[in-house]
């Protein structure tokens, strides 16, 4: 566990429970949904994974959707290959962490992420970009707040 918090530094900040809201919006910026979000980010003791994520949606209509993350580290990034996602994340800079992941099960879809972390740790934002055949599919806007 030490080696990925002393290499990425910025990620450790985000260790805690986080409480959101995801908008997603097509290429003109129209919202094409929008749902709740908590978000567990652990740094585990032990066991295989150097980084686990828990992502809860919830939906104003009941829906509700609940995926795991587990992450491995290795040369200075986290890398995921699960059942939803296969990419890595890695740090740019003292704010800003970066992703680039593919979905599986959506051919030709990948996906940049940007997440920026407040001065005071309290506060995220963080976009997506979704691109089907290197073409703007959509956009989901994220604002979250650290609750534990």
Known sequence: MSDIKAGMPL???HEGEWEGVYTEVDPDAKVIDRHRSYLICQFPE????AYYQINKYTWDDGRTEEHHFPATYKDGRIWWD???????????DA???LLYWERKG???VSL????QLSDDGQHRAR???????GVLL????????KVK
């Open 11 to 13: 990620l450790a900040k």
């Open 46 to 49: 032990s066991g295989p994974h």
């Open 82 to 92: 699960t059942d939803r996602v296969v990419g890595s994340a890695w740090e740019a």
């Open 95 to 97: 704010k800003t962490v």
């Open 106 to 108: 959506m051919p030709e």
């Open 112 to 115: 940049y992420e940007m997440i």
């Open 127 to 133: 976009t997506w970009h979704w691109f089907k055949n």
């Open 138 to 145: 959509k956009r989901t806007l994220v604002k979250e707040r």
